[in-house]
């Protein structure tokens, strides 16, 4: 008999973790907080915490373009469910901060965004890894996100 997992490998690099600590870092340093990397199982990147008390969560994306080259942002809607499961149990507000190509860094609280919103079946329609890189995403508009000024 064939041994079978159901859990999905992880295709996160080295190289993903850098870029995702570029853009807390810039986060941690216009905020003046620490960020606290979360065990997976809590599906968001980091804890925000200010004088040792947690402030927030936040979700980091790096995304291979500039900012304004598409209308919008996708995010999965198991990161969604997550923000508001977060949000509904510790009412700390949950970010969603978006690192581009050209250097900017933008951000949105998740718990402020209409759930009523764009959802469609997408994700990682090029160069897909396996079947869940097509999932449930919402698509939020650029006019939703602020500028973290750096």
Known sequence: MRK???SRPMYETPKD???EQQ???KVCAWWTCD???LPISYKFDYAICKAGDIVGFVEVKHRFVNWGQ???IMLSLSKFTAASQLYEVTRKPCLFVVGTEDGQVHYTQLQNID???TLKFGGRTTNTRDQADIEPVYHIPNHLFMKLEN
């Open 35 to 37: 960020a606290e990397k």
């Open 4 to 6: 079978t997992t159901l």
């Open 115 to 117: 759930p009523g919103m």
């Open 23 to 25: 853009i807390i870092q």
């Open 70 to 72: 598409f209308p919008d």
């Open 17 to 19: 973790l850098y870029r």
